[in-house]
């Protein structure tokens, strides 16, 4: 019942302690020989991350973060718009929080290390992956010789450079690299007024021609990310004092210490399978992406969690293998999502011909004073949940269509397919937060009218999960739940083990409740 991540970043320590919180052992793999907390590198947590990391102990990623809210974009010493990042319900988690990758794993491994199920192995480089009907076999290289790990499944989430272990598999990973380069500086500085927003910048006078991102981070860090030529030499600038000179510009004539700094180029691409048999890709090792808008280590979060619970089901009897076969389908989408996004964004950001420069000009010169040309401005749409409203998973409700993508910031209302807004419930006379409810198993929320004891019942007959049955009015007799919802009466929610929203039936009959439990389990 082992299940073999391959990969003991971020991505796979929380596929490891999900796991775990379904009671799955597991045994995380990673060739390197301890974990090197070098940079800063992904720093940039979306809300609906930070509760997943929450649900496994990890809440303190949130605490520790800087928290910000509000994202600016400017056009030379123009500011064109700034907006709120809205919350659909009423979490007391923060929309975004940036912190170190560094850290973030620091914290994971700590939970990790609490954890008796998991089993983390360094310096077992995977080599090879083989499987059949019954299970796979993970080859390893270790210091005292090769090593074979037997396990039903594998999760590889062994970052963007494992063409090996996909070439192996026999996935493709097609796409596009970009030329220009970028350069990133965490600098440590007091910075006045700065500490609470991203601020984007194009064509300022401190970086002609290109962009500039400015990121907060505890401890009075900044991260600058400056868009950079191909043939950028960060030693010769470094050597030349021109890199000081560079973040004076910014900053201003005031001390600061340089943390880490890189060299980069983005890459789009995006594997064409992302379930193998018995294996499952995560994180980057299944898409890489500009991270104009911090989709590449929070779609890995949304990688791991959905891996996880359909390995647990499927493991512990309550689905079949199908469901695992959903995984390719939702995550995929999702992939494909984040690569649409942030490839209009580097569209944008580095136009490829006279043409698109011309337009992007023509947008940012209008954008300070016209709105339609401020909506067409693309700094980086930030990260959001991805929404499956189109999976075989999920019952569709025609009274409640999904209206295409919301504008940047928002989030489309609650129906099918939907994450489960967040706000405080009581739960037994006890404060809770509504999605702490919704990752044990399956939560049916009822509105007035509905027969919770029948629903109840034909939920438990359809699966072997755990099934939890509550009426919204009693949950918030404040009424806020079902207006946060728009429920209707007589109407029965069903949330998925992910806090997905998996349907809204009409009413309690226990066909239809059994039906969509059984939709959501693959059958």
Avoid at 275 to 293: E, Q, S
Wanted: one cysteine or more; proline letters at 7%.
């Amino acid at each position: 019942m082992l299940v073999a991540i391959v990969g003991n970043g971020p991505v796979g320590q929380t596929t490891a302690l999900l796991l775990a919180r379904w009671g799955v052992p597991s045994v995380l793999l990673d060739g390197r020989p301890e974990r090197d907390p070098i940079g800063s590198k992904a720093i940039c947590q979306q809300r609906d991350v930070l509760d997943v990391w929450a649900s496994v102990g990890a809440g303190r990623i949130a605490a520790e973060g800087l928290t910000w809210t509000t994202a600016r974009t400017f056009y030379r010493d123009t500011e064109l718009f700034s907006y709120q990042l809205l919350d659909p319900g009423r979490s007391p988690l923060p929309p975004f929080v940036n912190i170190s990758q560094a850290r973030t794993e620091e914290i994971l491994d700590e939970c990790i290390a609490a954890e008796p199920l998991i089993d983390v192995r360094w310096s077992h480089t995977v080599t090879g992956i083989e499987q059949d009907t019954n299970g796979v076999e993970l080859r390893c290289d270790t210091p005292g010789g090769p090593v074979a790990i037997p396990a039903p499944y594998a999760v590889v989430c062994a970052g963007a450079r494992c063409d090996a272990l996909r070439e192996g598999l026999g996935v493709g990973f097609d796409g596009a690299s970009f030329d220009d380069r970028f350069l990133i500086c965490d600098i440590r500085a007091d910075l006045p007024g700065w500490a609470n927003e991203r601020r984007f910048y194009f064509d300022p006078e401190w970086n002609p021609g290109r962009q500039i991102l400015i990121h907060p981070c505890p401890d009075s860090t900044f991260r600058i990310d400056w868009q950079v030529p191909g043939d950028y030499d960060l030693a010769a600038e470094e050597a030349s004092g021109a890199l000081d000179r560079r973040i004076r510009a910014v900053i201003g004539d005031r001390p600061y210490e340089i943390g880490w700094n890189s060299v980069y180029r983005f890459h789009s691409r995006v594997a064409d399978r992302m379930r193998v048999g018995r294996v499952l890709l995560a994180g980057d090792c299944a898409h890489v992406m500009a991270p104009f808008g911090a989709r590449g280590l929070n779609s890995g979060v949304g990688d791991a969690e959905n891996a996880a619970w359909k390995l647990a089901f499927v493991l512990n009897g309550w689905a079949r293998e199908t469901l695992l076969e959903t995984y390719h389908t939702e995550r995929h989408a999702a992939a494909l999502e984040n690569l649409d996004v942030t490839t209009a964004t580097m569209n944008f950001l580095v136009p490829h011909d006279d043409e698109q420069r011309r337009i992007r000009l023509d947008t940012l010169e209008r954008a300070a004073h016209d709105p339609r040309a401020r909506a067409a401005v693309d700094s980086g749409r930030l990260a959001e949940p991805f929404w499956y409203v189109d999976s075989p998973l999920t019952t569709p409700d025609p009274s409640r269509p999904f209206a295409e993508r919301p504008e940047r910031g928002a989030v489309p209302p609650a129906a099918p397919g939907v994450l489960l807004p967040d706000l405080p419930v009581v739960d037994d006379g006890r404060p809770r937060r509504l999605r702490e409810l919704a990752r044990d198993g399956f939560l049916l929320l009822a509105s007035h009218g509905v027969d919770i004891t029948t629903a109840r019942s034909a939920a438990a007959s359809a699966t072997g999960a755990a099934v939890r049955a509550e009426v919204m009015s009693t949950l918030d007799p404040t009424g806020t739940l079902t207006a946060t919802l728009a429920a209707r009466l007589g109407e029965l929610w069903l949330v998925r083990p992910d806090a997905h929203i998996a349907a809204v039936l009409p009413d309690s009959a226990a066909a239809g409740v059994a039906a969509a439990i059984k939709q959501v389990c693959g059958h």
